[in-house]
């Protein structure tokens, strides 16, 4: 007969912040999770910082005030979606999109802007495709290579993760770099880029993707040039 493992604290407390994000569009705060947990603010500090050592979560610098949960970001940014009923905020124009798997591929709705001009964007995703891109030149941006990525993630969500309404406007904006540096992607390949990272973060043992794994999985998507090795 198999045993199960029950699930440890930290996956417990990591549901529960996604589960509040999902239900709430913000973060529990400290004082919820010690209350939901029957723990003193201690324990709880450190247990936000292990789940922040393990890549669930970003807080605030110098806090335990939670401030991503990827897709989720806890502040107003440029990268609006709404599903379920709700309106959330993404981390970047890559988290929009991740949200559609993250739920299961139930429909979303993302109102961003592009990063260069500020021209609105709209997209529509539903059953695991972008149904509504408009304009229809839009691309996301990935100004930095994904061994990049962490180095600094607060900033690169927030900078380098982003819209653009067409090619043209990418090319005159700042962050335009080489193709060996950087990523365009239809809104389309972005979410099939994000389905193994994010399809079971609403569930109990969601584990991130080995490197070996994700690396297999951009190949499975014609990905395998420099910027896409890990």
Known sequence: MAVTSLPTLAQRMRLFIFRHFVEHAVPPVVEQ???EFNLP????????GELAEARSIATVKGTSRILMAWPFSAVATPFVVRARGKRYFANCS??????HAML??????IESACHHCARPITIEMVGGHATLVEPRTTITYLALKPTQW????????SNTM??????????????AAPATQAASLTVDEAHQVG????KDRLRIDYVRPSRDALNAHFASLGLTGPYWRI
């Open 33 to 35: 999770l010690m209350a």
């Open 41 to 48: 603010r201690d324990a709880v500090e450190t247990l936000l």
């Open 94 to 99: 890559w988290d929009a999109i991740a949200f």
């Open 104 to 109: 299961g591929e139930d429909p979303v709705r």
């Open 150 to 157: 962490w180095e600094d993630i607060i900033t690169t969500c």
């Open 162 to 175: 982003v819209f653009f309404c067409s090619a043209e406007h990418r090319e005159e904006s700042g962050l």
């Open 195 to 198: 389905v193994p990272l994010y």
